[in-house]
């Protein structure tokens, strides 16, 4: 019987989180689209989300026409409420006075039922927040975390109100995340908070809950899983933003470094289990930027024993002006060539790897600074096709406890 009286509301269903939508009654009004971006939804996106205080004429005026030159305010406004009246009508909305006015005070009606998820979502976080059983108080979280859709209204990002909103509700889902983690942290609930991880960072990307994932396969002991997502969410980090990810995500990969334990195995089967997959193909050895970093690491401390020379070269792709090219699909070819041009370019002892879109770097071993030189020439010959303007600019480091003798020129 619940169900069917649930199935009968007549509600006004909006979604302002990762997007804009209207339904009524399953059929769909508004799509979350670029054609969603009109005054009319303006207008309804400001009423209904301040629907309990309601928003003043000149607040509302500023907000739909902020700098414009508009000949009389009042008067526009009035059109656009008007517009937006016919628009819900047409859509099917029962026929009700939407807009009310009271005292130069704006209000979305209160005769017609409205589902916000942005209001739904602070609700959940507010009880929370409020919750003193531990148990009910993680699963308020948990729903608050899965009930977050995304930024508010990114399509209103030029929008000042929107983007202040927007920075709000990002500020409670990272707590509501950061909280929840406490509580599956002391449960000892890992499988949960690898999930709420792995939910977090496709909502929030670039907001490092990478670490929470980490720190669960960690404690879980899939330490394959977090090696993996070491190495990817390092390349992502490196790719989107140009930055190396953040200390967490670093501190729980050396606790998976601590961690990992084997069964009393030969000699033997440690060395071709170290060895397979490896290949006997010639040219620079390519991998991902954590295996180079401990690569890089073990053959410094090799050289401080043994004195030999050792190089540490950046690669960087150049536009016709001079400038580092930093996006674009034309870059993400480029980017390829370079590795390519690279790995073939030196000798099998070396190793390559993506430092983001447009960069490569190499560590080149038992080297001097005239056969780095002979590198670059190689590589040039490689990359550089017909009389494209193109060009690729080398740093080279010693590598050494100092880090001293930088040369820098453009290839």
Not at 95 to 123: H, L, P
Request: hydrophobic share 35%; with cysteine; glycine share 8%.
């Amino acid at each position: 019987m619940t169900a069917i009286l649930e199935n009968t509301r007549e509600v006004l269903h909006i979604k302002m989180l990762g997007g804009f939508s209207m339904s009524y009654n399953g059929k769909t009004i508004v799509g979350s689209s670029k054609a969603s971006i009109s005054q009319n939804n303006a207008l309804l996106q400001i009423l209904i989300h301040s629907r309990e205080k309601g928003v003043t004429r000149d607040r509302l005026e500023e907000l739909l026409f902020g700098d414009r030159e508009v000949d009389n305010a009042h008067h526009s406004l009035r059109s656009v409420i008007y517009n937006a009246k016919k628009f819900l009508e047409k859509a099917g909305l029962p026929k009700v006075n939407y807009i009310i006015s009271d005292k130069d005070v704006f209000y979305w009606t209160n005769e017609i039922e409205v589902e916000e998820d942005a209001y739904i979502f602070e609700k959940l976080h507010n009880d929370a927040a409020q919750e003193t059983d531990p148990a009910r108080r993680l699963e308020c979280y948990l729903k608050a975390c899965y009930q977050y859709g995304g930024e508010f209204l990114p399509m209103q990002s030029g929008n000042i109100w929107a983007v202040r909103e927007s920075m709000r509700y990002e500020e409670m889902f990272a707590d509501c995340v950061e909280q929840a983690g406490n509580i599956l942290r002391q449960i000892q609930d890992f499988n949960r908070m690898k999930e709420l991880g792995q939910f977090a960072s496709v909502i929030a990307p670039l907001s490092y809950w990478e670490s929470l994932t980490m720190e669960a396969l960690v404690r879980m002991r899939k330490y394959d899983e977090a090696i993996r997502l070491y190495e990817c969410t390092v390349n992502y980090y490196l790719e989107e933003m140009g930055v190396y990810p953040s200390g967490k995500i670093v501190e729980w990969f050396e606790h998976l470094g601590k961690g990992i334990s084997h069964q009393h195995t030969a000699l033997n089967d440690i060395q071709r289990n170290l060895e397979a997959g490896d290949s006997d193909e010639t040219g620079g050895y390519l991998c991902s930027y954590p295996v180079f970093q401990g690569i890089y690491r073990s053959a410094r401390r090799l050289i401080e024993r043994t004195g030999e020379p050792a190089y540490l070269m950046l690669c960087t792709i150049l536009d016709g002006k001079g400038n580092p090219m930093k996006e674009g699909s034309v870059l993400d070819r480029l980017s390829e060539r370079l590795l390519e041009s690279a790995c073939s370019s030196v000798r099998s002892g070396d190793t390559v790897c993506s430092f983001g879109k447009g960069q490569c770097l190499i560590l080149l071993l038992n080297t001097t600074r005239e056969e780095c030189v002979l590198v670059e020439q190689c590589i040039n010959n490689s990359f550089i096709v017909g009389r494209q303007r193109i060009s690729i600019q080398y740093d080279v480091n010693a590598v050494d406890s100092n880090m001293k003798n930088t040369l820098r020129k453009s290839g």
